[in-house]
Structure formats: structure tokens, C-alpha cells
């Protein structure tokens, strides 16, 4: 969070020395109230870790299966390792060399999750570019009662967490008749995007979908009051394509999707990165905690 703002001006970071807490999640300065994910993805862990304690429930066992080195996706295990840690969930990592074969990989992900002694599975993505075309069959190697990132959530009914934490985040942030809003998802074809857009209009949303061939696509976004972009490409949503006083959500990561200008222009402000990364590791937990 502290590096998006030090993208602002020297006059409007002067300003944010003076921040005012609207909520613990939430920090406002100017005319725009920006989202802090870390903050809530500690409380929500706090609330899963006090369940686990106080319940009945036995501690689960995640297994991470990391194909290659990118180094996105090491941090990004790391991550959820530390988050699993917190909750008190015990989390593995699996490496796996990007070198090997596409049935090697298969039958490593299949024996774990035909291990007896592993609650969930997960398939740290993106894959290597060997492997990238063969996503859908490694995933489908995952049984459907272990799939706690949701990635087949037609299948298990699981939601994916990041889509998890995008709904987790609207409750939080105080949106004015919220249901009367335009929203846009920009990448709604993609792994996020089209659970995200399927979720959304179960809960009686109205969501405009967005791709770059979609025809006047610009028009789309700028009509948009809620703009949620999830491409992973950087910066190709601009201050100029979106209205002022938008609701700004970029899932975009490790880099965001939005440029500077775009949170400048906002009402409320979820950043990327320390906007819906953090939520989403949290959600993760949650569904893990949720299987038991």
C-alpha cells in the first residue's frame, strides 16, 4: 500500500501523512477512501485460527504443488505457507522441475491428491510455458472434494478464492445503493473473470463483460461505476478510460492492471498490490477450514 501511495504527488502524499481511519481496513484521504487487504486478511485469519482452536476440528494438511521457479510464484507459495502457518493449518510445498514431462507432472499431482492424509490440493499457476496448454487436465487431476482454490468450482461448488475475496471486499467497503451500480469486469473470460462473473450476477448484479476484442470496449469500462479488471496485464486500464468517483478493484498480480491515475480518479480504491492479494490468501484458509 505504501508504495502505491508514493506514487502520488509530493502535495497529495503530504496528505496521506494525515490519513483519517475510516475503518481498520479502510484509510481516507481527499476524496478517496483506499482498501488495505493486509489488515483484513489479518482479521480474517485471526477469526479462522480462534475456530480451529475452540472447535472440534482436526488440523488440515494443504498441499502446494509448485512446477518451476518463477519467481511470482515462489513468493506467492511463501505467502500462503506463512498465511497456512498463521491459521495453524499445516502446509506443504511440493517442487516440481519445470523440465519435467507433462506425465510426470500428472502423475505427482494425482498422487497427492489420492494421498489419504491430504485435505486440499492446489496448483501454484501460472504453470511453465512447457506445461501452460495442459492447465485444465493437471487441474482435473485434482479430486473435486480437494480443490480449495475453487479452480473447478462448475464441478465442486467451491468458490474460488479470489472471487471469494472480491465479494468479501464489497461487503466491507461502504458502496452507496451498491445494487443499483454498473459494474464492469474487465477479463471476464479469464480464470478469474468468469467465476467472478457468474458469482456476481447470481447475487442479482448487473456486470458488463469486457474483453479487448469486445466491441467498444472503452465505452464499456468508462460507463462502468464499479470496475473490477482481473487481465494480468499491466497498466492497461488508464485514468482516462474510467469516471470519476468509480469504485476501482484491480486483481491484476503481481502488478496491478490499473495505472496511478485510476485510483486518483476513484471514490474507493482497491489497489494491487495489498489490495485483493492478501484477501484472497485469507479466503483461501477459509475455504480450507470450510471442507472440514
Not at 461487503?171 to 457468474?198: E, N, Y
Not at 487481465?231 to 484491480?250: L, N, S, W, Y
Request: charged share 30%.
Amino acid at each position: 500500500l505504501v508504495k502505491i501511495l508514493s506514487r502520488f504527488s509530493t502535495t497529495r502524499l503530504r496528505n496521506v501523512l494525515q490519513l483519517d481511519s475510516c475503518e481498520s481496513w479502510i484509510f481516507c484521504y481527499n476524496h478517496v477512501m483506499i482498501f488495505d487487504g493486509k489488515r483484513l486478511a489479518r482479521e480474517i485469519e485471526a477469526l479462522l485460527r480462534q475456530r480451529l482452536r475452540t472447535g472440534e476440528k482436526r488440523i488440515p494438511k494443504i498441499v502446494s504443488i509448485l512446477v518451476g521457479e518463477d519467481p511470482a510464484s515462489v513468493l506467492y507459495t511463501k505467502l500462503k505457507k506463512a498465511a497456512a502457518e498463521r491459521v495453524g493449518v499445516r502446509f506443504e510445498i511440493r517442487r516440481i522441475k519445470d523440465r519435467e514431462s507433462q506425465e510426470s507432472v500428472m502423475r505427482q499431482v494425482k498422487a497427492v491428491g489420492e494421498d489419504e492424509s491430504v485435505d486440499g490440493v492446489m496448483v501454484q499457476l501460472p504453470l511453465p510455458a512447457s506445461l501452460r496448454g495442459e492447465t485444465a487436465k493437471l487441474l482435473a487431476e485434482i479430486p473435486i472434494a480437494k480443490d480449495v482454490d475453487g479452480l473447478r468450482w462448475e464441478d465442486s461448488g467451491m468458490m474460488p478464492a479470489t472471487v471469494r475475496a472480491i465479494l468479501t471486499i464489497l461487503k466491507k467497503i461502504t458502496i452507496a445503493d451498491i445494487w443499483d451500480k454498473q459494474f464492469v469486469v474487465v477479463g471476464a473470460r479469464g480464470m478469474v473473470g468468469r467465476p467472478l462473473v457468474h458469482y456476481l450476477r447470481e447475487r442479482g448484479f448487473r456486470v458488463s463483460e469486457v474483453e479487448w476484442d469486445t466491441p467498444k470496449a472503452e465505452e464499456l469500462i468508462k460507463a462502468g461505476e464499479v470496475v473490477i479488471s482481473c487481465t494480468g496485464r499491466v497498466g492497461i486500464v488508464t485514468g482516462e478510460m474510467v469516471k470519476e468517483g468509480v469504485v476501482a478493484i484491480d486483481v491484476g498480480s503481481p502488478k496491478g492492471d490499473m495505472t496511478v491515475e485510476v485510483y486518483q480518479k476513484a471514490s474507493v480504491a482497491v489497489p494491487s498490490p495489498g489490495g485483493v492479494g492478501p484477501v484472497t490468501i485469507a479466503c483461501l484458509m477459509e475455504n480450507v477450514v470450510s471442507m472440514l
